[in-house]
């Protein structure tokens, strides 16, 4: 009797774990959290512009920014980070009035050297001011034409590792040297990362909750299709987008049975879509997970005030007086997460966040990375390629012949 199969079965979390134990050796971003970073903070104290601008999309910008405005209203910075990640025109010249472009380091960032958007806003802006070796830095692949365009002109480059995806490369120089550049604590950003990691390949306990979370979305995938993430705090709204490209471009591919896969991440922001999303979550159809994100200490005190006199007596909510914008802000989203539970047929789970800082916001960035790779790996696909993506550019590029 022989036995033959063309279908493959979900594997089992210690094989997922062995898995992305065995991508640490072809998979660079695992290993980023260990890197040496004294080149790039030595080469950041050396930037004396005031306005860092950076050119780049998707990958070589959304980390980044999602760093750079979780930490911004907290942090007095002495310089101002730019991102121009369109070529819409009206974005961009909008966005150049708020800078002086003589005093602008322009940081052009492109893991291939020939995104579309970011040389043609480089050279756009080339023609407002020259960019040369005294205002530029380049972040690329070692081989590709923008590093060479840099060498060829004197241009700091820093080179990118062709195993590190776009998507996956916030912890890289290309999130690392713009960051470093405006004073932002590299280092402890790793060790946020570090953290996460050493947990993870601790291997003393295969199932993790990383992987645990993975197989349930993998196994319930048909039915909840719609992953949410609830961020109760403004200050997550870039991450969310980043969150958006890392989840939506890694994982909507076909599998290795020739299923087409369905995840489709959504981005939310507490108290302002308890009034528009909420309702869809609560009583629409229940396809949708929901992960909650709260901050605990936001490092700011600012109270509602107790008036002493009789003018808002007649308004509402005169119980909340006294209690600071931060509390207020985590019983929304508490009252938020038990109206969910108390539905009980929305999975839902929470991530509080101790305080605002770097090592907080990586330790996010890097868990949510780990749980794409192993949702991933469940699911039997190419997490780090983005083939439909490539077949659009191929398309684009026809249209110039």
């Not at 009034?275 to 901050?295: A, E, N, P, W």
Request: aromatic share 10%.
């Amino acid at each position: 009797m022989k036995y033959t199969k063309n279908f493959h079965q979900i594997k089992s979390n210690t094989e997922i774990f062995e898995r992305i134990q065995a991508e640490c050796e072809t998979i660079g971003y695992y290993n980023l959290p260990y890197q040496d970073t004294a080149d790039i903070k030595k080469y950041a104290k050396s930037i004396t512009k005031k306005h860092i601008v950076v050119l780049g999309i998707g990958g070589s910008s959304l980390g980044a920014k999602a760093i750079y405005e979780f930490l911004l209203p907290s942090n007095n910075y002495n310089k101002e980070l730019l991102f121009l990640e369109t070529v819409d025109p009206l974005k961009i010249n909008h966005s150049l009035k708020k800078v002086d472009l003589n005093d602008t380091q322009f940081v052009i960032i492109s893991k291939s050297g020939t995104t579309i958007e970011t040389i043609s806003i480089f050279k756009y802006l080339n023609a407002l001011v020259e960019i040369n070796t005294t205002n530029c830095t380049i972040i690329s692949e070692a081989k590709s034409a923008l590093t060479q365009f840099a060498n060829k002109h004197n241009i700091k480059a820093f080179d990118l590792a062709e195993n590190v995806g776009g998507r996956f490369s916030v912890f890289s120089v290309v999130g690392l040297v713009p960051l470093a550049m405006v004073g932002v604590d590299i280092d402890n950003l790793l060790n946020g990362c570090k953290r996460v990691a050493d947990s993870f390949f601790e291997k003393t306990d295969y199932y993790k909750p990383i992987i645990s979370k993975a197989r349930f979305l993998v196994e319930n995938k048909s039915r909840f299709n719609v992953n949410v993430v609830f961020s109760y705090s403004s200050l997550l709204e870039s991450f969310n987008k980043w969150y958006v490209q890392l989840w939506a471009e890694s994982l909507g591919k076909v599998n290795v049975n020739g299923t087409r896969q369905a995840l489709t991440p959504i981005g939310l922001v507490g108290p302002v879509d308890q009034h528009s999303f909420l309702q869809m979550i609560m009583d629409g159809v229940r396809d949708k997970t929901v992960t909650f994100i709260k901050i605990d200490d936001l490092r700011d005190s600012s109270i509602i005030p107790k008036t002493p006199s009789n003018k808002f007596d007649e308004l509402a909510w005169n119980c909340a007086e006294g209690f600071s914008l931060n509390e207020l802000l985590n019983m929304q989203a508490d009252a938020t997460i038990q109206s969910i539970q108390e539905q009980g047929d929305i999975p839902c789970d929470v991530i509080s966040v101790r305080t605002v800082d770097e090592y907080n916001i990586a330790k996010i960035m890097f868990s949510y990375q780990l749980l794409v790779s192993c949702i991933g790996a469940f699911l039997q696909i190419n997490t780090y390629d983005q083939p439909s993506v490539e077949n659009g550019k191929i398309n684009l590029a026809e249209k110039f012949s």
